[in-house]
């Protein structure tokens, strides 16, 4: 008993991290249908640009953040204007923009190399424990679920209460009705990109802290955000957000029978399961 508290303990933090990748990678996908593969590779960027300024030269976490938040936004917008978006204009084949994508993740990864070497990297912080019953938690767990809550609520006030918001939801039910009624479709696909970007640096800032940063780690991220949205339902905010935590606790109540050498292939297991009894995600049918 005390073995299955800590594991889900731990599901519901990685089930944070998760969920929040979910929604960023989620926003993107779900309201420009493009399969932003270097979504990955920009949450690399994010992490090594926060370790530079806060783990390298020292300078304050939150700083750490808001650069990397901005490299990540900047990336994001630069990856639609200057790759996608001309291959929409072109009106190519889906599958165009999927072979660039992955084109530009290597490019990024390479890049992230050259700029801050290709070892590991991490952030020096004291990090408290607390102890619920036999488990236990730190600091930076509880700064991950605090994270991702304060992300959600921010989302929704946006998508529910602004012009925008509202822009990108209706993208997001019907692209091209979206443009028949007078929505600038490319300004919203780059707001979306800046903001999934954003929820990317924010998610690696956090798992730098927790386990440390490495120029491979993109694409762990890309593809946990990945099976969340196709668990939780293309589409779906909430569905992101759910398939996100239920990707986080069977990955980790797995470890209670299975080794841990074979942890990575429980979101597999997932994803194969969902796409056989469920294709259309848990929440095929909700819009938020």
């Not at 919203?188 to 954003?198: H, M, R």
């Not at 293309?234 to 109540?253: D, K, Q």
Request: aromatic share 12%; net charge positive; hydrophobic share 55%.
């Amino acid at each position: 008993m005390d073995l299955v508290i800590q594991l889900l303990l731990n599901g519901v933090v990685n089930g944070s991290h998760y969920a929040l990748l979910g929604l960023g990678f989620g926003l993107i996908f779900a309201t420009t249908r493009i399969v932003h593969f270097a979504f990955g590779s920009i949450f690399t960027f994010g992490a090594y640009v926060a370790w530079f300024v806060s783990g390298h030269t020292g300078a304050p976490i939150l700083l750490g953040l808001v650069a990397g938040i901005a490299v990540a936004m900047a990336l994001g917008v630069a990856s639609y204007v200057g790759l996608y978006q001309p291959l929409e204009r072109r009106g190519v084949s889906p599958l165009i923009p999927l072979i660039a994508s992955l084109g530009l993740t290597i490019v990024l990864e390479n890049l992230v190399g050259i700029i801050f070497g290709t070892g590991a990297r991490t952030i020096g912080v004291d990090a408290s424990i607390y102890f619920l019953g036999p488990a236990f938690f730190t600091s930076i767990h509880i700064w991950q679920v605090v994270s991702f809550l304060l992300v959600c609520v921010l989302l929704y006030l946006f998508v529910n209460y602004t012009r925008y918001g509202k822009a990108i939801m209706a993208m997001t039910d019907d692209p091209e009705m979206a443009r028949v009624i007078g929505i600038d479709t490319a300004r919203v696909s780059i707001l979306v990109f800046a903001l999934g970007s954003a929820l990317s640096a924010i998610a690696a800032l956090l798992v730098t802290l927790k386990d440390g940063a490495s120029t491979h780690m993109g694409f762990t991220a890309v593809f946990m955000g990945f099976v969340a949205v196709i668990v939780g339902g293309v589409g779906s905010l909430r569905g992101a957000i759910a398939g996100g935590f239920l990707l986080g606790l069977v990955e980790s109540l797995g470890l209670w029978k299975i080794s841990t050498e074979w942890q990575s292939s429980i979101a597999f297991i997932v994803l194969f399961l969902m796409i056989l009894l469920r294709p259309h995600g848990l929440f095929s049918l909700a819009r938020r």
